[in-house]
């Protein structure tokens, strides 16, 4: 494998995307266009978030992988094990140990530290395109701060339903400025954007990078009358008696008998060891 | 190797990098917050941290501008033979280095478009001293409060007041490093 | 007692070398060779080249090899290479009136200098099943000979242009933006749009050409000339002083003459669409140039009738078959986090809607 260069990419690309993630840092939650490559692993698969933290990877770094909140999910061990052989890190499934870790659909339950960096895997970052398809009346959008037609949708939600019927990918609104796809985490994690860690969203398909600084102001789109509400299955988990973390639904027998786990395995895990 | 504009470049061209792109980053998620970066020995009078920034983030696709305090004929043939970016003139800068004075007036530099902020400069600032105090600092990247010895305090108030638009900037001394985007706000 | 799912990691390595059990096949058929492939299924050989944007003829062999068949898995292994490869420069602009042609046909012309050529094509070969090819050991016989086409054929385009009767195109000098190295971003220019088509799948590009025929953004094409064959590659070396001839690739270059009644802007005229594409690769070539054509429709002051082909945004977005095909897939990767979300979400929402139904039926 050494016949490829550090982390894999060479390194006028990790320059580029270097300069690209500085520029999103210094404007949080615009989506900064870069020149995304072709990795090695599927588009939709990482490759936005893989590039990421190969630009951000330095050989002391510790690098735990999740998807789902699972470090053993098939596409985590896959993408662990990349910078493993590319990059020659260490690893860990310890939230609390890692110095960077890339997450598809989750925000780690254990509050991150100044030490860390997020990176996330992200599919669709433009927060407008399920409403606006196209790239330039969304780019319009954003620069004009217009953001009336996001409004207009979930406005019409409540009145359809009740409630904003959105429960993943909850958009929020960076500095008081950007509307941002969260990536598809559950909104149960939308408060978690407000962290002490960095956090940087890659979307390789669509080739856009963008950063939430530590400390940054992250407030979920929602109405006075109708506020945003992180809510989740209302079980503690039956492994470790989290009433606190995002749980996963596990049918556990023919007759659909169903338990509820921590999605978070490590976090779950750690309960348990403390409690033993 | 002995010309000395060939010397002083990073020693582990994919480490050293790494290592110098972590700390800018960190500088520039964190204002207020002072990295190390010792990586690079460029030729006078730019310094080490500066140095280090211009090979992590250089190379033939980011025009370069030298302010009259850096644009001397070893500094450009280092910066040419490392990272061949282009040298040239402010307005057509993505990268521009040099002392306060000598940058200044700072409204000559890109601060993006409506549609693409990201199309601004980046200013390297050599400072004679650098330290977490003086101006105040508020916003992304700061937890509450920080300070930061600034060259000024007016340009940078004029610079967030055309958020998302603006430059953002590195302030380097010797082997140190801070970083102030566009999004600060800074108070006297 | 409920455990979580472990052992992904043993999980990936047994598949992987399932997998490398069903690509030999059964041991006792004899092996293919990188040779067979690239010269005998040239067809395949020459679309992943195309659309993985990388002329090696053994490498897109490996590359099908290895993908079992499967011609987009091909490009995608050709690209994911083709990222890390060094650039030592660019070639100079292939010169495809000097090309030594195969084949160069004219819908438009029933003669023209230099003839037509039908050389190696399925055109009237009738759809049998050729039973005899079943039968392995066979060559075939040879095929008759004649003398080479002259070196250089010009285009038919060339005729058309002589008489003003086409929109003449300029010269571009400008070093055009790379797709593979620049984020898209819109409006795309005209050497952006080609290079997207170039590289786009072969069905996408089609099925968008012939969406222009039925009548969606229809723009009256005519085959001015198709030719396929090979062209040197030259590259200037600016320590030598002049350019050195790199090696030859085949192509296939399509240039369609289409109708047009003048607009604001221009007067009446024909006007082109043009399409080249890596190897023998003709419905890839005819089909990029309606497309190119179509989208083509603001610069020549014609109207948006909305179709889907004249949308840049449209055709570039989706055209990429090895993006296309990673986020189609992706969704077979867990995504129970966020269904768990929508589940509650939906219990919620039916719990609602059944407590109001049974306060109406009280009320």
């Not at chain 1, 936005?48 to 985590?76: F, H, M, S, W, Y």
């Not at chain 3, 089909?287 to 570039?316: I, K, T, Y």
């Not at chain 3, 993006?323 to 992706?330: D, N, P």
């Amino acid at each position: 494998m050494n016949a490829y260069n550090f982390a894999y990419l060479d390194e006028q690309t990790k320059r580029m995307i270097r300069r690209a993630i500085l520029k999103g840092v210094a404007v949080p939650g615009y989506q900064v266009p870069f020149a995304s490559r072709e990795m090695p692993m599927p588009y939709g698969w990482g490759t936005g978030g893989v590039q990421v933290t190969a630009a951000c990877l330095v050989p002391e770094d510790r690098l735990k992988v999740i998807d789902q909140g699972a470090d053993d999910t098939t596409n985590a061990v896959s993408i662990r094990k990349f910078f493993q052989k590319t990059a020659q890190v260490a690893v860990t499934e310890k939230t609390g140990e890692a110095t960077i870790i890339q997450t598809r659909h989750r925000i780690p339950e254990q509050a991150m530290t100044e030490d860390q960096i997020l990176v996330y895997q992200v599919p669709i970052p433009e927060p407008l395109r399920f409403l606006e398809p196209s790239e330039v009346e969304t780019r319009k959008m954003h620069a004009l701060e217009d953001y009336g037609l996001m409004h207009v949708k979930l406005y019409e939600d409540i009145a359809r339903h009740g409630e904003i019927a959105t429960a993943y990918a909850y958009p929020v609104k960076v500095e008081g400025r950007y509307v941002m796809d969260p990536s598809p985490i559950p909104k149960f994690d939308n408060p978690k954007l407000e962290s002490s860690a960095l956090q940087l969203f890659g979307a390789g398909r669509e080739q856009r990078i963008y950063a939430v600084p530590p400390y940054t102001r992250v407030v979920s789109l929602d109405f006075e009358d109708h506020p945003f509400d992180p809510s989740k299955a209302p079980h503690p988990c039956a492994l470790c008696g989290a009433e606190d973390s995002y749980l996963d639904e596990v049918i556990t027998d023919d007759a659909g008998s169903r338990m509820f786990v921590c999605s978070d395995t490590d976090y779950c895990a750690s309960r348990r060891e403390d409690a033993a | 190797m002995t010309t000395p504009q060939l010397d002083g470049g990073f020693a582990n061209l994919s480490h050293d990098a790494a290592h110098a792109f972590r700390a800018a980053l960190q500088a520039m998620a964190r204002p207020g917050r002072i990295e190390m970066l010792a990586l690079a020995r460029p030729p006078a009078p730019c310094s080490q941290a500066a140095g280090a920034l211009i090979l992590t983030l250089c190379d033939s696709t980011t025009p370069l501008y030298l302010a009259p305090s850096h644009d001397q004929p070893g500094l450009r043939e280092w910066i040419t033979f490392h990272t061949s970016a282009p040298i040239v003139r402010p307005e057509a800068a993505m990268f521009a280095l040099g002392t306060w004075d000598a940058l200044s007036p700072v409204d000559r530099f890109a601060i993006g478009t409506s549609a693409y902020p990201d199309r601004a400069a980046t200013l390297i600032v050599e400072m004679t001293s650098l330290a977490t105090k003086g101006a105040s600092l508020r916003g992304p990247g700061i937890k509450d409060r920080a300070q930061l010895s600034l060259p000024e305090i007016a340009a940078f108030q004029d610079n967030r007041r055309r958020f998302p638009l603006g430059f953002d900037c590195y302030f380097t001394c010797g082997d140190r490093l801070a970083g102030l985007p566009r999004g600060a706000i800074v108070e006297g | 007692m409920y455990v979580a799912v472990k052992g992904g990691e043993r999980a990936i390595d047994n598949a992987h070398a399932w997998l490398a059990e069903e690509r030999r096949g059964d041991l006792g058929v004899a092996e293919m060779s990188i040779a067979q492939i690239r010269e005998q299924l040239a067809l395949a050989v020459a679309r992943v080249m195309a659309e993985g944007s990388l002329y090696d003829p053994d490498l897109a062999a490996l590359a099908i090899k290895q993908a079992r068949g499967d011609l987009i898995e091909a490009v995608f292994l050709i690209r994911a290479y083709r990222t890390t490869l060094p650039r030592f420069g660019a070639s100079l602009p292939v010169e495809t009136d000097k090309m030594a042609c195969d084949r160069r046909i004219s819908a438009t012309f029933k003669d023209l200098p230099g003839g037509q050529i039908l050389g190696p094509t399925f055109d009237y070969t009738h759809r049998l099943l050729d039973f005899a090819l079943a039968a392995e050991g066979l060559a075939p016989a040879p095929a008759p000979q004649a003398a080479a086409a002259p070196d250089r054929l010009p285009h038919v385009t060339d005729f058309l242009a002589r008489e003003d009767l086409i929109q003449p195109e300029a010269d571009g000098s400008a070093t055009p933006r790379d797709l593979t190295r620049e984020p898209l971003d819109f409006p795309a220019d005209r050497p952006l749009r080609l290079q997207a088509l170039t590289r786009g799948d072969e069905g996408f590009v089609l099925s968008m050409a012939y969406s222009t025929q039925r009548g969606y953004g229809r723009n009256h094409p005519f085959v001015g000339e198709l030719r396929i064959g090979r062209v040197d590659v030259e590259m200037d070396i600016p320590e030598l002083g002049f350019a050195i001839e790199l090696g030859e690739v085949v192509l296939t270059e399509c240039e369609t003459v289409n109708q047009f009644m003048g607009s604001k802007t221009e007067p009446p005229q024909f006007t082109r669409g043009y399409g080249l594409v890596f190897g023998q690769s003709e419905r890839k070539a005819i089909s990029m140039a309606l497309v190119d054509r179509a989208m083509r429709w603001e610069e020549l002051g014609e109207d948006n009738v909305g179709a889907p082909a004249q949308d840049q945004e449209f055709v570039l977005y989706h055209s990429d078959n090895v993006q296309a095909t990673g986020f189609l897939e992706h969704i077979k990767l867990p995504h129970y986090v966020d269904f768990q979300s929508e589940l509650e979400l939906i219990r919620r929402l039916r719990a609602e809607a059944a407590a109001s139904q049974t306060q109406e039926a009280a009320e």
